[in-house]
């Protein structure tokens, strides 16, 4: 296994690779990390499907890939991850194509904003970045079953750590909202579904879920000096922080190329065959109990029997039932 760390970069962990005829698809492609990995994907020769809810957003994206690589094979596709329908009328244009899909990126995502309802009633943040991605990546799951060496990568997140997911009151609609607790529960939602995605299909695709680091990026902006303040007496707080981070509060911050960078390997490398499932952080497989801020996770994100009922939770919110070993 090569020697990654909180530094390696998109570019590092592509090197050698040629991609041609591979196909990835990101959700979130248009800003952000989102952005970069399809940027660097394309870059290594991959077709990117790169994926959001705003077309004119999406279309800038796009163009800033294309305006340094013009020979990027890139594709645009819509849906609102806060509306099932528009993820079931996206995948079902997409599956009518007969196309398959290598790899899909499970990257869109918001953070801490103000309580709201996605169109189908589900807390926006659990709501947008699971519940969104659940019924996206079961619907496509036939062209992902169909793709080559297929793989499922979800983007969770340091966050899981303010909270497991609540399976009895996922809306907030008898506990008080809390913007960081609501984030938590939807990054640790995130890493559920992973692991049940490899108990049903294990056989057959790889999943993987990814803390991607601390990134400046578009999906800060729902702070408030409050919820920034808050953040950093979790952090100091948090029994698995570093002893700089307890003293202070401080993140350590990463440039876009190296917050990209474990995503895209998840996505490409073939160090992690025997890790199926892993929690992956700084492009190294997850320690548990390690700090968050790195790649330390929180055992209760480990749960059988949690993974089970959140995917029925899920099939319950979406409406609908899908196959694989139950
Ligand atoms: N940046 C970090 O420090 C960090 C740390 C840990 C985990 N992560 C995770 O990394 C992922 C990428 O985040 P980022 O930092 O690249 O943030 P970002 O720049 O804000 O990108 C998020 C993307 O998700 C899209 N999105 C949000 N709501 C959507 C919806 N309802 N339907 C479809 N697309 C939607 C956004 O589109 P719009 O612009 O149209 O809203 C945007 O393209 C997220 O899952 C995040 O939780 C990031």
């Known amino acids: 296994m090569a020697a990654y760390g909180s530094d390696t970069t998109t570019e590092e962990v592509l090197r050698g690779h040629d991609l041609t005829g591979r196909h990835f698809m990101i959700t979130g492609a248009s800003s952000g990390l989102g952005e970069e990995s399809s940027r660097a994907l394309a870059q290594a020769g991959a077709t990117v499907t790169m994926m959001a809810r705003n077309p004119q957003k999406l279309e800038n994206a796009i163009e800033r890939i294309r305006s340094a690589n013009p020979s990027a094979q890139l594709n645009a596709g819509i849906a609102d991850l ?4 528009s993820i079931r009328n ?3 244009g997409f599956l009518s194509t007969g196309s398959t899909v290598d790899v899909l990126i499970n990257n869109a995502g918001v953070m801490v904003c103000p309580f709201s309802k996605t169109v189908d009633g ?4 659990f709501g947008t970045n699971h ?42 609609d008898e506990s008080k909202y809390n913007a960081w607790e609501s984030y938590g529960r939807s ?3 995130n890493i559920h579904f992973t692991q049940e995605i490899v108990r049903r299909y294990g056989d057959h695709i790889q999943s ?32 698995t922080s570093s002893s700089e981070a307890k003293e202070s509060g401080a993140l350590p911050f990463k440039s876009i190329q190296a917050g990209a960078a474990t995503q895209v390997w998840a996505a490409i490398t073939n160090d992690l065959k025997d890790k199926n499932g892993a929690y992956l ?9 390690g700090n968050p801020s790195e790649s330390g996770y929180l055992p209760y994100i480990f749960n059988t029997e949690t993974a089970k009922a959140l995917w029925s939770l899920s099939e319950n919110l979406v409406n609908q039932r899908f196959s694989g070993t139950d």
């Open 82 to 85: 806060s509306d099932q329908k």
């Open 90 to 92: 996206y995948a079902e």
């Open 122 to 125: 589900i807390e926006m943040q």
């Open 131 to 172: 519940i969104g991605h659940f019924l996206l990546t079961n619907l496509l799951m036939p062209a992902i079953l169909a793709g080559d060496n297929p793989r499922v990568i979800n983007l969770s997140s340091a966050g899981h750590t303010h909270s497991d997911v609540n399976l009895n009151d996922p809306n907030f």
């Open 187 to 189: 990054k640790s939602a």
């Open 208 to 239: 993987f879920a990814v803390h991607p680091g601390v990134i400046l990026t578009d999906l800060g902006r729902h702070l408030t000096p409050e919820l920034m303040n808050e953040m950093t007496e979790r952090v100091k707080s948090r029994s």
């Open 281 to 289: 952080g700084d492009c190294q497989v997850g320690i548990e109990g």
